[in-house]
């Protein structure tokens, strides 16, 4: 396992609810015909989040943390040390609309995450992510937290392709957003230590999939309003364009501030 996504959103698996939603049925059976200036940027999309969950899967596994068995563990003189930045579980209960929901869940499931490599207790952000997935029923993350087997990269493929057929894409990019979002907060907080996940190369690579895939979300307000929000939201982190690991740490450095300002204002 050589992947930060997936050491930090793997080990939030949880088991969900398969029960189909009978109104997202009738919902996917009513969806209008895309436009094919629609289809173009879906597709072009498609391809850019593919390429970069290819892209996750080559940064390597820094020396303070142990991979064996696909389990991640800390050395003892890491896991002394508990972090504080974490998100309260408690914040769940906050959660009214799909747009929140989706967000925390984002959020909740990396923090278990990180927490757990810690060998700290995540009862509480078991309770609170199982709270959440059961009340948004989403079939595609269902299917996403059920089979998930270790290919991130066909993993993220057919969850993207199961929310666009579902025409709930502007919920899924809030949850991703999210997930992108907290790895950031969480980078923000050490950089030295976490920045070890990655070379010039994937650091370089990361940063331009991130440009495409702000292209494509940009070009998609015209088809989701909704999603002129999120998109505003980021607006702020759109400047990443590192060349090198060395640059990507010192323009998350520079943008601390408006990461923590954007992850206060997705927890709302």
């Not at 060998?119 to 199982?130: G, S």
Request: hydrophobic share 45%; with cysteine.
């Amino acid at each position: 396992m050589k992947k930060l996504f997936v050491i930090l959103l793997a080990a939030a698996m949880v088991v969900l609810p398969s029960c189909k939603n009978q109104k997202q049925v009738a919902e996917e059976q009513a969806a209008p015909e895309k436009s094919l200036k629609e289809q173009y940027i879906l597709q072009e999309l498609e391809i850019n989040v593919n390429e970069m969950a290819e892209a996750v899967a080559q940064l390597k596994t820094p020396g303070f943390i142990n991979v064996q068995d696909g389990k991640v563990t800390l050395s003892a003189d890491e896991k002394m040390v508990k972090p504080d930045f974490l998100v309260n579980p408690e914040i769940s209960k906050s959660f009214l609309t799909l747009e929140q929901k989706y967000r925390g869940l984002g959020i909740l499931s990396i923090d278990k995450s990180f927490a757990s490599i810690y060998d700290m207790d995540v009862t509480e952000y078991q309770n609170a992510i199982q709270k959440v997935v059961t009340e948004i029923n989403d079939d595609a993350f269902n299917n996403f937290f059920e089979s998930f087997s270790g290919d991130m990269t066909l993993a993220a493929k057919t969850l993207y392709q199961e929310e666009a057929a579902a025409n709930r894409l502007p919920l899924y990019w809030n949850a991703m957003t999210a997930v992108g979002v907290e790895e950031l907060y969480l980078l923000t907080q050490d950089p030295d230590k976490i920045m070890t996940f990655f070379d010039d190369e994937t650091a370089s690579d990361l940063s331009y999939r991130f440009i495409l895939i702000h292209n494509g979300v940009s070009q998609l307000v015209e088809f989701y309003p909704e999603m002129a929000e999120l998109n505003t939201i980021l607006e702020p982190l759109y400047v990443i364009n590192a060349i090198n690991a060395e640059q990507l740490k010192e323009q998350v450095i520079e943008l601390k501030g408006s990461i923590d300002s954007i992850r206060a204002y997705m927890l709302k």
